[in-house]
């Protein structure tokens, strides 16, 4: 079945930077828009960035600017690159698959960012 792997969320100090990855399994990947998601506890899941087949990226406004999103398609990886980092970035950062206007659409586990003042 379809895996979508999330890794390099921790623990880090106000104003560092952190560097996600999502690695797609199953998938044709390059096919898919891939996005990041987070939730913080009591909130609402929303949308960080996403980032379409053809590389064209949008992003939050709480993030533009501080965050860029990549991916590798050869690798069937997509990047969150997290820089100045503030303690309302601090939530569990969902990688997800979508094609659009499809039923093709996939949730990672989650990894935690915590971002200490």
């Known amino acids: 079945q379809v895996q979508l792997v999330e890794s390099g969320g921790g623990l880090v100090q106000s104003g560092g930077s952190l560097r996600l990855s999502c690695a797609a399994s199953?998938?044709?990947?390059?096919?898919?828009?891939m996005a990041w998601y987070r939730q913080a506890p009591g909130k609402q899941r929303e949308l960080v960035a996403r980032?379409?087949?053809?590389?064209?990226?949008n992003y939050a406004d709480s993030v533009k600017g501080r965050f860029t999103i990549s991916r590798d398609n050869a690798k069937k990886t997509v990047y969150l690159q997290m820089n100045s980092l503030k303690p309302e970035d601090t939530a569990v950062y969902y990688c997800?698959?979508?094609?659009?206007?499809?039923?093709?659409?996939?949730w990672g586990q989650g990894t935690q960012v915590t971002v200490s003042s």
């Open positions: 199953r998938i044709t990947f390059n096919l898919y828009v």
């Open positions: 997800n698959a979508v094609v659009e206007n499809t039923n093709y659409n996939y």
């Open positions: 980032i379409t087949s053809k590389s064209n990226t």
